[in-house]
């Protein structure tokens, strides 16, 4: 069995004004047969106006065992929300 | 460098090789955890679980919940692959232009849901070379249905109306399963496939309601071929079935294959009286009690026969499946040497020309 052709990571555009999404992935020997298969296996139906592959070994992801020392210290800092602060009703427009 | 920075994971390398240690000096291990704490890490995944919260690829998970998954994955991608041949078989004698697109587009879009399936089986850990050698190698399940002849063109209305159905009454409790690249996989496969049954129900109705004596007597028969052998795609009984609770409790599976099963039957008597067919089952009757149908038994010998290869067309699906790999060689080879030839495209030092740089 040969070594699997590298991994990619396939990101679509829904229709002009979205941003790319992650939808899946997909073996490929090069970025440009990425971009077929990617065409083949994620757009059957009209699902995107724009695909980006990657390949997956170039994306670093935080590691799920740290999420609390990365995402908690945001947890008190409630004062980044406007409905912290109380304005007056009769105040309008703020 | 805070500790917290320590291990920078590769995305969706599962966890057994998961770590690319970088910044650090001091340990080449990973944390090692203590029987103690293993146990201590499994009711906290169980309460995750029974929180209704999704598992994603880099989480911690119980070694069993892994290997349950990637088996059950697995065995899925292998079924919509070795699927693509029954129907594959008449994509040359569709009776008309229309049926020929439709068939195909069916059996490329099994093909797809093989990939998004292995690709999920791949975020645990196990790779696609591995999954497919054990495929070629006869040493995979698959669905037992794909073990069965496709005869005629009204097989293929049978498989979509009643194989495709079974599917998709397995697989809509499953966009809801724990872990999130399965659930996904899922969805997407969902939307695919409600195309796929109403389909072959459409190839019953032309033959069955507005069909010559001959087509009408086609279809009854692919309805006796097909009927139990769909009926046993939920898999063995509850009392039977070994990985029924365990599986349940982790929120793999949320309904019991009898559930299924009595659902898929409630649902599809009152199709096949549409057609004017009748079901195979001279015990079937309508229970007033339970307001279910009451049906009669499975031939369970059949379906261990069928897994264990000694179905109708286990060998001859098999030896298509390895043809097809064996002859698409010299293609995957010379998309590798390609590849290999201009790899400065793959290397990050510039796009190959007519790429847009992702901005």
Known sequence: ?94 | MRPGLKFLYHIRLGSVHMYTQALDSCGTEPPSVAPAGEAERERQFQERIDRDEKIEPKDWMPDAYRQTLIRQIAQHAHSEIIGMLPEGNWITRAPSLRRKAVLIAKVQDEGGHGMYLYSAAETLGVSRGELMAQLLAGRAKYSSIFNYPTLTWADIGAIGWLVDGAAIMNQIPLCRCSYGPYARAMVRICKEESFHQRQGYEIMLTLARSGTRAQREMAQDALDRWWWPSLMMFGPSDVESGHTAQSMRWRIKRFTNDELRQKFIDATVPQARFLGLSIPDPDLRWDEASQHYASGPIDWGEFQAVLKGEGPCNRERLAARRAAHESGRWVREAAAAYADKHSDHRTGTGPAPGYAQAS
């Open chain 1, 1 to 94: 069995m040969n070594e699997d052709w590298a991994l990619y990571e396939v990101f679509i555009r829904a229709r002009s004004g979205l941003e790319h999404k992650h939808v899946g992935s997909l073996h490929a020997a090069d970025a440009r047969m990425a971009l077929e298969h990617a065409r083949d296996t994620y757009t059957r139906r009209q699902e995107g106006v724009s695909i980006w592959v990657v390949r997956s070994i170039d994306i670093l992801a935080s590691d799920p065992e740290e999420a609390g020392e990365l995402f908690e210290p945001a947890r008190d800092k409630v004062y980044r929300h406007p409905t912290f602060y109380s304005i007056p009703e009769e105040v309008k427009n703020i």
